[in-house]
């Protein structure tokens, strides 16, 4: 009994750090700021176009914007959120590549080649700052590997497509990933974070580490804050120009989940647009928000039971290794 009631609270203190740390990927603090953000654009739109701001009509707009939503969509995010917000670290541990052991071995490979280096002469605030802005490259770069990967090969689209079943995108939505997906994800970040790490503390002459808030790179922790929440969500919030192919704006991610034929395999990555830019698959948002349909080109039956969204892919993979169109 003892054993039961300890583990039902550490199931509680698991839930409290997701929806109360600031390094989670989707938190209570987070979301305050997103809505805050969010609202203030939407003031600021209503203030350039009208010459005024007119509260009600914001307020209007919101709801009409939350009527849309698709339940069944929703409802299944929802499962996703729970399955996921306590399977993450069972999934973490599965992960084949170790980003520790990536390390270490890329290190003692660089010194076995090239030799040992003596430890730079920088201040240790700006071989942090460097660490953790190269870090946080890496993870960019890792990032859109993975997603580019999964929408261009059908035995990866076969499970990363549970994602893009969603016909309503809500803050929730992030978690609705097929565990294999993640799976895949996390061996290639560890892999290409590994990398960096490894090559950093090789040239640097030593060990350190990035600036964090919690357990995640403060500059990650930063575009949680100010963008991903709203990546999935009903706010139309473009970024064009300069700052359109530096930073994907939540725009940019709603064009990545439109089911028209001219979005298809756009804006693959997570926080920057450089690589999209670098690669040819950025699509700058429109000024003005089009009328958007989310899901898949060829939905199932019922694309929002568990057993499709859970089992399904399987199958489909199965197909796409015997060369059948999904």
């Known amino acids: 009994m003892q054993d039961f009631w300890r583990e039902q609270g550490g199931k509680l203190l698991q839930a409290g750090a997701l929806l109360l740390s600031p390094s989670s990927i989707f938190s209570l603090p ?13 003031a600021w739109r209503q203030k350039r176009r009208r010459g005024r701001v007119r509260p ?8 009409r914007a939350a009527g849309r939503l698709h339940f069944g969509s929703v ?20 992960a084949l590549v170790s980003s520790n052991a990536i390390t270490v071995h890329v290190a003692h490979g660089f010194a076995v080649l090239f ?16 660490l953790t802005l190269l870090t946080f490259l890496a993870y960019e770069f890792a990032y859109y590997c993975d997603h580019y990967a999964k929408h261009k090969i059908p035995f990866l ?36 974070t590994g990398l960096a790490y490894g090559g950093f503390f090789w040239a ?28 999935h969500s009903q706010f139309w919030i473009p970024l064009r120009g300069v700052a359109g192919r530096l930073v994907l704006s939540p725009a940019h991610h709603q064009l990545h989940h439109s089911l028209d034929p001219a979005h298809h395999d756009c804006n693959l990555g997570s926080c920057l647009a450089v690589f999209d830019w670098v690669f040819g698959t950025l699509y700058i948002p429109p000024e003005a928000p089009p009328r958007l349909a ?17 089992l399904s892919p399987f199958g489909n993979a199965l197909s796409a290794l015997r060369g059948r169109r999904l």
Do not use: C
């Open 204 to 231: 640097a002459g030593q060990e350190m580490n990035p600036y964090a808030i919690g357990a995640a790179n403060v500059l990650t922790v930063l575009f949680l804050f100010l963008l991903a929440q709203l990546q």
């Open 115 to 130: 030799g040992k280096r003596h430890a730079a002469a920088l201040p240790a605030w700006a071989l942090r700052g460097a």
């Open 30 to 42: 987070e979301l305050a700021v997103s809505l805050a953000i969010a609202l203030a654009f939407l």
């Open 75 to 94: 409802r299944a995010d929802m499962f996703y959120f729970f399955v996921n917000s306590f399977a993450i670290s069972g999934l973490i541990g599965w």
């Open 294 to 310: 989310f899901g898949v080109t060829q939905p199932a039956a019922e694309p929002h039971r568990i057993f499709t969204l859970l």
């Open 157 to 192: 689209w076969a499970f990363h497509q549970t994602h893009h079943s969603a016909e309503s995108l809500t803050p929730l939505t992030v978690f609705r990933v097929h565990p294999v997906d993640t799976l895949i994800f996390l061996n290639i970040i560890a892999l290409l």
């Open 56 to 63: 009600g009509v914001i307020w209007r707009a919101t709801m």
